[in-house]
């Protein structure tokens, strides 16, 4: 199935979820996975909704993406590799907050979509997105760079920042 240039980042979660249930119960080859999953990806909203999806699911294809899953994220390394920095990090920084507020559910969730990031990452062994992790790296430690603005952006404090940048540090080759 291909999916159109025009979706919605709703639809593609509705999409990605009916896709994780066709991975899962067997219903789709590994030829039609890369195939579907290379066309919701090419577009930013279509990835959005995937990774959204896809991060935070209890699932073994998150645990052990396929080859499929993995050469289909490769063909949109730029989006791939933004969002991946992106849910990384601000995953690591939202289980801090969720534990300071003693919302332990909402803290493992966000240490979930953590470690499925970093697990994700170390899978994909993407150029661009290893260059992503080291502005990220960069912006973090300076307090200057590509993703500055992102992070002023969301007002990160110091210990959020610190646990970024492990996290961040812990994936790159």
Same mark, same amino acid.
């Given at each position: ?12 979660? +509705?999409?990605?979820? $009916? !896709?994780?249930?066709? =991975? ?20 930013? +909203?279509? %990835? ?8 935070? &699911? ?9 080859? $499929? ?16 920095? *992106? ?7 939202? &289980?801090?907050?969720? +534990? ?6 909402? &803290?493992?969730? $966000?240490?979930?979509?953590?470690? +499925?990031?970093?697990?994700? =990452?170390? *899978? ?6 290893? &260059?992503? !992790?080291?502005?990220? %790296? *960069?912006?973090? $430690? ?9 992070? %002023? ?7 959020? *920042?610190? %646990?970024?940048?492990?996290?961040? =540090?812990?994936?790159?080759?």
């Amino acid at each position: 199935m291909v999916v159109s240039d025009s979706i919605t980042f709703e639809e593609a979660i +509705n999409f990605t979820q $009916s !896709l994780l249930e066709e =991975i899962e119960t067997g219903k789709i080859t590994d030829e039609k996975l890369e195939e579907t999953l290379t066309s919701l990806v090419k577009t930013m +909203n279509g %990835a959005r909704g995937f990774f959204v999806t896809y991060l935070t &699911a209890d699932l073994s294809c998150v645990d052990n993406p396929s080859q $499929s899953i993995l050469n289909a994220l490769k063909t949109s390394p730029e989006f791939v590799s933004e969002l991946m920095v *992106k849910n990384l990090v601000m995953s690591t920084a939202m &289980a801090i907050t969720h +534990n300071r507020n003693s919302d332990s559910e909402m &803290a493992q969730n $966000s240490q979930k979509v953590s470690r +499925n990031s970093a697990n994700l =990452i170390n *899978k994909l062994q993407l150029d661009l997105l290893q &260059a992503k !992790l080291q502005e990220m %790296a *960069k912006s973090l $430690s300076t307090n200057s760079g590509e993703y500055q603005e992102f992070l %002023a952006k969301w007002g990160y404090d110091d210990e959020q *920042k610190q %646990a970024m940048l492990e996290a961040v =540090i812990s994936c790159q080759n």
